[in-house]
């Protein structure tokens, strides 16, 4: 059971993430841009952030750049588009600036649980 | 003569036959006599074939046949008259063959002759011809043609007076041709003839009539020889005849001066009265002696040409009642003086006899008496009017050549011996910068230019030697300042009567300037070949007759000739026919006056198709009208195929991008299919048959992401993982899996060289990239028996290295390359080979994106993928990856 904010700014992704993760029990917060989800997580504890990679206005790498800034220890695993695992230099940033898991569209609910466990697990 | 060209093909069988026939006949009908009439229409038969030899075969083979057919016939009867049939037959049968073939001996010597008379006519070394009645041409030698330069076809049928020149055909149809209707032979006509290339050439022409039986005449034969060359030496001869008239003329005009000796004899006379008297009357002047009362005492011969009166007549006459009061009165002086006792000489004039002004020159000796005193005088007197003539002409003559050496605008100067001038004129004065006081104390050898002395000398020797006549070149002066002249000079000699060198004559025109001009002008030639050689265009000239008059060193390359061999021919010479005739309207177009622009396309030496870009450019002289046109043209090959390569990239980048925007957004749409469905599976229960549709569901979406994931390979954005990986290795593990997917009747080759080096790159994808050039390669085959090479090795790669393809670096690369003898791939195929979708299987056989997902890879590696392909005979794609830098290794 854990606290975890989903950023994507397709209403679809939002609606997907949620209901795998609200059937796996977890507590589910939403934005629908990348300041939206900075702004959230600045008032609240979370023990995840999902967020999309390209988004319109604050794009998904500047996002897990700021919310990086307010809680350094933050969980956040980064979605792409990509067939795989999204575009090369797009998710090598994402891994440098330390973003916990990644994740590629689309991607199977049992995918998805697997990597949120991992990024919850301790250590 | 050739007996079998005039063999009629059909008379043997023919004669055959009708033997065989006769001989059947013979025997089953009992013909008797009258069996033999048809054996000598056999013989009759003879007379066909061009050799007598076959009426007497014929006429074999008939007494043969009578005897055998008489010998078998059903006739029977008595014997003797068997005999007598059978005589009879032979009888006229030989009767026949023998007159028969003694006609035909006529008419083969007379065809012999015929034919003796023709090769004579036609191969006899002169120019003979034949005209019909009415003036034409029916036959000619075979050296008349080669004279006038024709063909017998062309000459046949013609008028000879067409071939005459314009006078020689007046004096024709006027006087010659009448002249033989009428006597039927003429001899020795000078004519002109006119050759095929305009030449006239001298002939003298002698033609008979031939006339036919009624007496007309209806063919001449004329007998023509060329005296062009004897004209020659006649007018050669004339000149020299003058020349020689000429020096009898100018001996003339020095033996002129011998009269003046004669004035030596004065002393003689005194000497001896006695001599005087006998030389008197052989002297060709007029000697008298007159008293001191000026009557005559004595006259020489001469007077009777000087006045026409008998020398005795005038024995005692006056003076006066001789010469006349006018004459009388002009030597009235002269008298007193000589009577005075001295000697006394003038000169006067005087008409003769014959009313001609005569000159004379006259001396008046006084005669002295014992005792001292004067008696009388001897008058001496000269015709002097030819002298006068000949003083007065040559003191014209030296005025001229004064004048015009003085004034003349030539140098000229005479010069002795040992190369020293005798007189220079004022031209060559000014020409060479001396004055002529100076130049008449140089040697001459010392202003000619130090280069040229040698060959100088040379002449000057030979010339006074007598092996030259005159010398004429350019030869460089020096000149007082130092400054080079280039003079056109003509030098020869002078020679006196007898044949004997008096010294040389030399003239010369400044050629400096045009020496300059040639000269600058060979440099501005030198200079435009120097850059246009060395610019990498091909350029020519061509005039307006479509011949070159220039072109530089790679116009001469590209047609496999030197510029020198290509200048002064024809454009259709050079380019070929073909070739010629497509440009022709751009030429026609220049040459009219417009700059004319066009690409071209052309097979160079070697065979290689090569693209231009050709410019035409009139050139107009100062009237405006086109001489020539200025060609530049470029090869344009390595542009096109880079262009080519370019537009080739840019469409699959295009491509890419579309696909990898597509596959993005169906991304977004796939993720609800699949991630709901999956959720939806698992809350129907274990017996709904929704569950089975609802898999089903999920099976599409997962093969929806593996095609979208393909696409991406192609596209803009697969995420490769990317490290240093051992090529060689990379490569070779992917190959593991050859025998999974290579059939049997596919025999591979393998080369990998464990050397090639390291590649930053993503293992997976490029054994992706393996794999797909390997399926290709089995597909190519079709099933059948063939070859797989597979070989990877490192090269450098060049920054115009066309095979590499144009948007690689210079550098050094791992080369995959894949090939195969399967069905190969036309240009057509080759043109979309890397385009995703494309395929030349059936639908549902391939998804047409093994190579645009390879191609993706590749580029996305910073490398190249290239095909090679021949229809028929297979394909080999080369894929080039960057090799990394050694230090990347550590």
């Given at each position: 059971m854990a606290r975890i904010l989903i950023i994507d700014d397709e209403e679809n992704v939002r609606y997907v993430l949620r209901r795998i993760l609200d059937t796996a029990g977890h507590e589910v917060l939403e934005a629908a841009d990348g300041g939206q989800g900075i702004e959230i997580s600045k008032s609240e504890e979370l023990d995840l952030v999902i967020t999309d990679i390209f988004m319109p206005e604050v794009e998904g790498l500047e996002t897990l750049r700021e919310i990086r800034k307010i809680h350094p220890d933050q969980k956040i695993m980064v979605i792409s588009g990509g067939g795989k695992s999204g575009y090369l230099d797009v998710l090598d940033a994402a891994v440098l600036l330390g973003a916990t898991e990644q994740i590629a569209k689309p991607f199977s609910p049992s995918e998805l649980l697997a990597k949120v466990d991992h990024c919850l697990a301790p250590g | 003569m050739n007996v079998a060209r005039h063999l009629k093909p059909w008379l043997v069988p023919l004669a055959a036959v009708l033997a065989v026939a006769v001989f059947f006949a013979d025997l089953w009908l009992p013909l008797g006599v009258a069996g033999g009439v048809p054996y000598v229409l056999l013989v009759f038969l003879g007379w066909s074939f061009p050799k007598r030899g076959a009426i007497f075969v014929l006429a074999g083979t008939a007494t043969v046949l009578t005897a055998v057919g008489y010998l078998y016939s059903p006739q029977g009867g008595i014997p003797w008259m068997v005999m007598a049939n059978r005589g009879l037959a032979l009888l006229a049968i030989w009767g026949t063959a023998i007159p028969l073939a003694l006609a035909k001996k006529t008419q083969e010597s007379m065809q012999e002759s015929g034919e003796r008379y023709r090769k004579l006519y036609h191969d006899t070394p002169t120019m003979l011809h034949s005209l019909d009645a009415e003036g034409r041409l029916v036959g000619v030698s075979d050296y008349w043609l080669g004279v006038m330069g024709y063909e017998r076809g062309e000459v046949i049928g013609r008028k000879i007076v067409e071939f005459l020149s314009e006078e020689s055909r007046r004096r024709a149809l006027e006087t010659v041709l009448p002249a033989l209707m009428e006597t039927g032979r003429i001899a020795d006509v000078p004519y002109q003839f006119v050759k095929k290339n305009g030449e006239v050439i001298d002939v003298l022409l002698s033609a008979a009539m031939e006339m036919d039986e009624a007496g007309k005449p209806f063919r001449s034969l004329s007998v023509v020889t060329d005296v062009t060359e004897r004209k020659r030496a006649e007018e050669a001869l004339r000149k020299a005849h003058d020349d020689l008239e000429l020096r009898v003329f100018e001996r003339t005009r020095e033996l002129t001066g011998t009269l003046s000796e004669l004035r030596q004899t004065e002393s003689a006379l005194r000497e001896s009265e006695e001599r005087m008297r006998l030389m008197a009357d052989n002297l060709p002047a007029?000697?008298?002696?007159?008293?001191?009362?000026?009557?005559?005492?004595?006259?020489?011969?001469?007077?009777?040409?000087?006045?026409?009166?008998?020398?005795?007549?005038?024995?005692?006459?006056?003076?006066?009642?001789?010469?006349?009061?006018?004459?009388?009165?002009?030597?009235?002086?002269?008298?007193?003086?000589?009577?005075?006792?001295?000697?006394?000489?003038?000169?006067?004039?005087?008409?003769?006899a014959s009313g001609r002004l005569r000159h004379w020159d006259a001396t008046y000796i006084p005669e002295h008496g014992q005792s001292g005193e004067v008696t009388g005088y001897f008058a001496l007197v000269h015709d002097i009017t030819e002298r006068k003539r000949a003083e007065k002409a040559l003191r014209e003559s030296e005025e001229r050549f004064r004048s015009g050496f003085q004034y003349a605008s030539a140098g000229m100067a005479m010069i002795d011996r040992k190369g020293c001038y005798i007189s220079v004129n004022p031209t060559l004065c000014g020409m060479l910068g001396y004055t002529e006081d100076e130049l008449l104390r140089v040697d001459r050898i010392d202003i000619i230019h130090p280069e040229d002395k040698k060959v100088a000398a040379r002449d000057f020797r030979r010339l006074w030697e007598g092996e030259v006549e005159s010398v004429r070149t350019v030869r460089r002066f020096r000149r007082k300042d130092g400054e080079t002249l280039w003079g056109e000079m003509s030098i020869s000699m002078v020679r006196d009567a007898d044949d004997q060198p008096l010294y040389a004559f030399g003239q010369i025109q400044d050629v400096t300037d045009r020496k300059r001009i040639e000269e600058a002008l060979r440099d501005s030639e030198e200079q435009m070949r120097v850059i246009t050689d060395s610019v990498p265009a091909f350029i020519g000239y061509i005039d307006s007759t479509h011949r070159y008059r220039f072109v530089n060193k790679h116009y001469g390359h590209l047609h496999g000739a030197k510029p020198e061999e290509i200048v002064g021919k024809h454009v259709s010479e050079v380019i070929g026919e073909e070739l010629y005739k497509k440009i022709l309207p751009y030429r026609s177009a220049v040459l009219e006056g417009e700059v004319v622009t066009f690409e071209n396309e052309v097979v160079d030496t070697q065979g290689n198709l090569i693209y231009q870009d050709a410019t035409y450019i009139p050139h107009f002289d100062d009237s405006g009208s086109v001489i020539g046109f200025f060609a530049l043209i470029i090869d344009i090959t390595e542009r096109k195929r880079t262009e080519e390569e370019r537009r080739r990239e840019q469409r699959l980048t295009a491509l890419g991008n579309m696909a990898g925007g597509i596959a993005h957004n169906l991304n977004n749409l796939l993720l609800p299919i699949q991630a709901l469905s999956e959720m939806a599976l698992e809350e129907f229960p274990k017996a709904s048959p929704l569950r089975e549709d609802m898999r089903r569901v999920v099976r599409s979406s997962k093969s929806a992401k593996e095609l979208v994931g393909r696409i991406l390979q192609f596209g803009r954005g697969d995420w490769l993982v990317r490290q240093n990986i051992n090529v060689c290795a990379t490569v070779g593990d992917a190959l593991d899996l050859l025998p999974t997917i290579v059939p049997p009747t596919v025999k591979p080759h393998i080369h990998l060289d464990p050397d090639t080096g390291m590649v930053f790159g993503d293992a997976d994808q490029i054994q992706t990239v393996v794999m797909n050039l390997i399926l290709n390669a089995v597909d190519a085959m079709e099933g059948r028996t063939g070859e797989l090479e597979i070989s990877l090795s490192a090269v450098d790669v060049g920054d115009t290295d066309v095979e590499a393809g144009s948007r690689l670096k210079a550098g050094r690369y791992a080369r995959l390359s894949v090939a195969d003898n399967g069905r190969g791939m036309d240009t057509e195929i080759l043109e979309h080979v890397f385009e995703p979708f494309f395929t030349t299987k059936d639908i549902g056989e391939g998804s047409g994106l093994g190579l645009s997902s390879a191609y993706g890879i590749i580029t996305q590696h910073g490398g190249s993928i290239r095909v090679a392909s021949t229809p028929g005979e297979g394909s080999r794609f080369r894929v080039y990856l960057p090799l990394s830098e050694p230090r990347a290794l550590h």
């Open positions: - | 007029l000697v008298v002696s007159l008293d001191k009362d000026h009557r005559y005492r004595f006259a020489n011969r001469a007077y009777r040409d000087w006045f026409g009166k008998d020398p005795e007549k005038i024995i005692g006459l006056h003076a006066r009642e001789v010469l006349g009061k006018h004459v009388h009165d002009q030597t009235r002086a002269a008298r007193d003086v000589v009577l005075g006792g001295e000697t006394v000489r003038f000169d006067g004039s005087r008409p003769d």
